[in-house]
C-alpha cells in the first residue's frame, strides 16, 4: 500500500492532521496500535486554548464544540481563606473553552469517517524505515495478524511517548530533557453538577487541588498525592473529604458537593521535550515529542498547535516542493512547546506543596502577586489562553 503520509497514531493529533492534510487535498493513512474503543474512551484533556477553538472552527469541526461546549472567561486561584479570579478576556481578549479530549475525538472520527479517512486499528509490531531517504515506509501486522507494508512520502508520528516513532530516531540524533515531579494526581470523575462557575486551582499545604469540569453534570477533580500512590487506599469518602478541606468548603459560604465517583486514576507529572522533532522524513508531533505536566492545560494544545504547523509544512513539501516550512517545523513547533513547558513547570511549582516551610512561603507570595498585580495576572491569563499558534 502507498500514500503521501503515513501517521502513526490515531488520537487527537493524528487524526487532526490527517483532517488538515485532506482539506489540502493530501492523502494519509493513519495506523493505530489500539482498538478505535479504547481511544475514544482515553480520559485526557479538558480545557481548549482560544488558538485551539479558533483553529478547530476554521477546519470546520467546530459546530459541536461551539454548541456543547462551555467558554469560561478565566480561573480563580485561591489559597486558605482566599479565593481570587482572574478574567482572561478583561486581561487579553481571549477565553478558554470546556470540551473533552474524549468529544474532540469524536468530532475527528466522525469528520474522517465522512471525508473516507483510512484508519488501521489494533495494529501491531509496528516499525519505521528508511526515515533517511525520500522513501520511507513502515511495516506492521494488521488486525487479521498479516504482515503489511505502507510506503510513503513523509512519515508523522502522532502515537505519544510510548510509541514506535520516538523510539525510530536514533540516541545520538536527539537529546532529551526531562523533569520528573515528586508528586502526582489522583484524578477522578463523578456524576454530579460542578460545585464552581469556572476551575478553582488551589494551594493548600496538605497538597494542590484542582476543581474541573466535563459538563453541566459531571465534576472532574484532582488531589496532589505522593508519586507511587494505589488508588485502592483512597475509598470515595476520603477523596471527598480532602477535597472539602483542600478547596476550601465553608469558605465565605462556597460548599463543595459530592456525588457518586466514576473512575478514578492516579497521573504521575512530568516534562519531557525530545529535539528535535525532526529526523529525515519522520516528523514528530504532540505527546511522541514533548509531555507537559496538565497544571497549565497545555498537553492537547500543543499537539493541536504542532499539527498546525506541521500540516502546513508537509503541503508546502508535497504539493509545492517547497521544503523550507518542513526544515523549518522543528525550530518553530520548539519555540511554542518550551514556552509552554515553562508555563507548566511554573503553575505546577507555584501550586504544589513540597513539605519545606521556605518553599510555601515562596509560593504564597507568588499567588498573592499574581492575583494582585495587573502585570503578574496578564501574563498568567496570556499563557492560559494560549500563544497564538504560529508563535
Not at 484508519?119 to 501486522?141: A, N, Q, W
Not at 510510548?162 to 523510539?167: D, E, L
Request: negative net charge; glycine residues 10%.
Amino acid at each position: 500500500m502507498r500514500t503521501e503520509v503515513a501517521i502513526i497514531g490515531a488520537g487527537p493529533a493524528g487524526l487532526l492532521l490527517s483532517h488538515l492534510l485532506a482539506r489540502a487535498g493530501i492523502e494519509s493513512v493513519v495506523l493505530e496500535t489500539r482498538s478505535q474503543e479504547y481511544v475514544a474512551s482515553r480520559i485526557r484533556a479538558g480545557i481548549l486554548e482560544h488558538s485551539s477553538v479558533e483553529l478547530l472552527t476554521e477546519a470546520g469541526l467546530g459546530g459541536r464544540l461551539r454548541a456543547e461546549g462551555h467558554e469560561h472567561r478565566g480561573i480563580y486561584l485561591q489559597w486558605p481563606h482566599e479565593r481570587h479570579h482572574l478574567d482572561f478576556v478583561d486581561l487579553t481578549g481571549r477565553s478558554v473553552w470546556v470540551y473533552g479530549q474524549t468529544e474532540v475525538q469524536k468530532d475527528l472520527v466522525a469528520a474522517r469517517a465522512a471525508g473516507g479517512q483510512a484508519v488501521l486499528y489494533e495494529t501491531s509490531d509496528t516499525r519505521l524505515h528508511d526515515l533517511e531517504t525520500d522513501r520511507p515506509y513502515v511495516t506492521y501486522v494488521d488486525a487479521g495478524g498479516v504482515a503489511r507494508r505502507l510506503d510513503a512520502a513523509v512519515v508523522a508520528g502522532c502515537d505519544g511517548s510510548f510509541g514506535p516513532s520516538r523510539a525510530a530516531v536514533p540516541p545520538q540524533a536527539h537529546q532529551t530533557f526531562e523533569r520528573t515531579y515528586p508528586y502526582s494526581w489522583l484524578g477522578i470523575l463523578a456524576d454530579v453538577a460542578p460545585s464552581t462557575d469556572e476551575l478553582i486551582y488551589a494551594w493548600h499545604p496538605d497538597g494542590f487541588a484542582l476543581h474541573s469540569m466535563r459538563s453541566p453534570t459531571v465534576s472532574r477533580l484532582y488531589l496532589q498525592v505522593p508519586n507511587g500512590t494505589d488508588v485502592a487506599g483512597w475509598s470515595d469518602a476520603r477523596i471527598w473529604d480532602e477535597l472539602a478541606g483542600r478547596l476550601g468548603h465553608g469558605q465565605d459560604g462556597w460548599t463543595l458537593t459530592p456525588g457518586p465517583i466514576t473512575d478514578k486514576s492516579v497521573l504521575p507529572m512530568r516534562s519531557l521535550v525530545q529535539s528535535p522533532m525532526r529526523h529525515g522524513r519522520l516528523f514528530l508531533a504532540g505527546d511522541a515529542a514533548h509531555i507537559v505536566p496538565p497544571t497549565g492545560a497545555k498537553g492537547l494544545n500543543l499537539a493541536i498547535a504542532d499539527v498546525a504547523l506541521l500540516s502546513r509544512a508537509l503541503t508546502a513539501l508535497l504539493r509545492d516542493g517547497d521544503a523550507g516550512p518542513a526544515e523549518r517545523y522543528s525550530d518553530d513547533a520548539l519555540r511554542r512547546v518550551w514556552r509552554c513547558t515553562h508555563f507548566s513547570w511554573w503553575m505546577t511549582t507555584m501550586l504544589h506543596a513540597s513539605g519545606d516551610p521556605f518553599d510555601a512561603q515562596l509560593q504564597l507570595s507568588q499567588l498573592r502577586w499574581v492575583t494582585t498585580s495587573p502585570a503578574g495576572a496578564a501574563g498568567l491569563a496570556e499563557n492560559y489562553a494560549g500563544l497564538p499558534i504560529a508563535g
